[in-house]
T-cell receptor
Framework: DAGVIQSPRHEVTEMGQEVTLRCKPISGHDYLFWYRQTMMRGLELLIYFNNNVPIDDSGMPEDRFSAKMPNASFSTLKIQPSEPRDSAVYFC??????????FGQGTRLTVV | GIQVEQSPPDLILQEGANSTLRCNFSDSVNNLQWFHQNPWGQLINLFYIPSGTKQNGRLSATTVATERYSLLYISSSQTTDSGVYFCAVNRLSNDYKLSFGAGTTVTVRA
């Protein structure tokens, strides 16, 4: 398996624009997680899915953020409109039940 | 939520030295993982170790679940060991989200 695949690897956008981050989990994994990493807050969980259903979105910072998982092999995290304070590295991870989680390479987002 | 504390926050080592990183957690856990974040930002899985001891080359880890801590040992450190080491846990409940510690930044000097 190729592991968790995220795209794009880097994204630079202007404030106010819509940003869509994409994730393909490892085949057979039933949990998918979106994390954000910043210097100030470290690694924080934004939302996670089980069998494509959102379970806990309490970490989503505000209504500008939304996430979907239309099928077992694809998820998106959308920010609309984007703001400079959204600049961070966004990671997607997947696991089978509560067992070992594997992370993608991350998307480095810069909002100018 | 569960609290995860890592120590020390920073560690500077001379190449060839040994070191121990510690992770304390505040509740019973279902899963504990150690990750290495390399200078390119990638999170590399080191160990999945909810209990017991495991070894992988120069690295080993021990988790004492009853006492709520885990240790990561680095022996004969190399410059490629530099980076941030994270401990992450999820609680012994139906809660599968991993909570991360703040990490230990390791710098290995040649």
């Amino acid at each position: 398996d190729a592991g968790v695949i995220q795209s794009p690897r880097h994204e630079v956008t202007e404030m106010g624009q819509e940003v869509t981050l994409r994730c393909k989990p490892i085949s057979g994994h039933d949990y998918l997680f979106w994390y954000r990493q910043t210097m100030m807050r470290g690694l924080e969980l934004l939302i996670y899915f089980n069998n494509n259903v959102p379970i806990d979105d309490s970490g989503m910072p505000e209504d500008r953020f939304s996430a979907k998982m239309p099928n077992a092999s694809f998820s998106t995290l959308k920010i609309q409109p984007s703001e400079p304070r959204d600049s961070a590295v966004y990671f997607c991870a997947s696991s089978f039940r509560s067992y070992e989680a594997f992370f993608g390479q991350g998307t480095r987002l810069t909002v100018v | 939520g569960i609290q995860v504390e890592q120590s020390p926050p920073d560690l500077i080592l001379q190449e060839g030295a040994n070191s121990t990183l510690r992770c304390n957690f505040s509740d019973s856990v279902n899963n504990l993982q150690w990750f290495h974040q390399n200078p390119w930002g990638q999170l590399i899985n080191l160990f999945y170790i909810p209990s017991g001891t495991k070894q992988n080359g120069r690295l080993s880890a021990t988790t004492v679940a009853t006492e709520r801590y885990s240790l990561l040992y680095i022996s004969s450190s190399q410059t490629t060991d530099s980076g941030v080491y994270f401990c992450a846990v999820n609680r012994l409940s139906n809660d599968y989200k991993l909570s991360f510690g703040a990490g230990t930044t390791v710098t290995v000097r040649a």
